[in-house]
């Protein structure tokens, strides 16, 4: 059964001017984003620190979209509670940050968010071979987590369709992320893949014209969905 999800911009916030998160959360959603992405970072899984439950729970009362948290943090089994009464929609894990996989899904979904796994650039997607059935989202990293700004690897692109050819056989819908140099050029060859949620933070929050106008430049990157190879 082959369901595939419409097309979806996440802006992160990491992008984003720290002092005005509330103001870059209701530009996005006010651009038409359906999701917003935090990136938790915890200085040990990557080399980086950001923000946590307190930036997600400060921004529920602001905005109405989708919460996709990204939790690039060790042991995330420790926090996806707090997480989830935060305000989170969605809590996506490293697979390399957990050592039971299915119950930290199983975990996510038993408190009320859907569940993702996050893949980095070097981990093969089959891991994932025996938790489809326990997860609602799969985000290909596209570069190494820790840092915005960086250049989108295309050797990911091959795991991207071989993900949609996964999830083409799953028994529910699944979305496909990705995550790291998402601009206007990488776009098309991100979704010609199979990707249908498009995380991005310098191209939206650093466009030029503003964050509106970096939302409606991937949009119209994206190829329409028949043109998709792996769909
Ligand atoms: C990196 C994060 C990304 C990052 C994307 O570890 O997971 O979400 O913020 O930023 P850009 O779009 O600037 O590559
Ligand atoms: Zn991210």
């Keep these: 059964m082959s369901i595939v999800h419409e097309l979806k911009i996440a802006p992160s916030l990491l992008a984003a001017d720290f002092g005005r998160f509330a103001d870059a959360a209701r530009a996005a959603e006010a651009g038409g ?27 529920r009362n602001v905005s109405g979209a989708f919460f996709d948290i990204h ?29 039971h996989l299915q119950r930290t899904l ?80 990488t776009t098309t060859a991100a979704v010609a893949a199979g990707a249908n949620v498009l995380v991005a933070g310098t191209s939206i929050f650093g466009h030029p014209e503003g964050v509106a106008k970096g939302i409606q430049v991937l949009r119209s990157a994206a190829p329409a969905s028949g043109e998709q190879s792996a769909m």
């Design 71 to 99: 939790l690039m943090i060790v042991q995330p089994e420790r926090y996806v509670e707090e997480f989830v009464r935060a305000g989170a929609d969605n809590v996506t894990v490293q697979a390399e940050a957990c050592v």
């Design 106 to 185: 199983a975990q996510i979904r038993k408190a009320g968010a859907k569940a993702g796994v996050a893949l980095n650039p070097a981990t093969p997607e089959t891991v994932l071979e025996y938790v489809m059935d326990d997860l609602d989202l799969i985000l290909v990293m596209t570069v190494n987590p820790g840092f915005g700004g960086q250049k989108f690897l295309p050797a990911t692109l091959p795991k991207i369709e071989r993900v949609r050819k996964m999830i083409a056989g799953a028994s529910h819908p699944i979305h496909l992320e990705v995550d790291g140099g998402i601009d206007h050029e």
């Design 33 to 59: 984003a359906e999701f917003l992405h935090f990136d938790v970072m915890d200085g040990s899984f990557v080399p980086n620190i950001s923000f946590g439950m307190g930036a997600v729970k400060a921004l």
